[in-house]
């Protein structure tokens, strides 16, 4: 997507405040069929269970928002490998 084609309004608020700094790392693991990691904001744990978050960790790391605080954090599979 080019950056003249964002449709401002779709935009998250918390774009604006987090864009002066960095992602907080979050360390996934498989289990059984989902991903879960640790909200390193909040401490809870979050199971991701459906299939567009799921087919994002196709690669060792993405970004995605958080269900417990709602930032975006930089969530890498433990041990490196992507998930099948």
């Known amino acids: 997507m080019a950056f003249q084609n964002v449709n401002w309004s779709e935009i998250h608020a918390s ?9 907080r790392w979050a360390p ?4 059984s069929g ?9 401490g809870s744990f979050v199971l991701l ?9 196709s690669r060792p790391t993405t970004r995605l928002r958080c269900a417990g605080c709602g ?14």
């Open 49 to 57: 269970t459906d299939e567009a978050s799921l087919c994002k960790f």
């Open 28 to 31: 996934a693991a498989p289990r």
């Open 15 to 23: 774009v604006i405040r987090q864009a002066g700094g960095m992602l």
């Open 71 to 84: 930032e975006l954090h930089f969530v890498a599979v433990s041990g490196g490998t992507a998930a099948a």
């Open 34 to 42: 989902a991903m879960r990691y640790r909200c390193p904001v909040t």
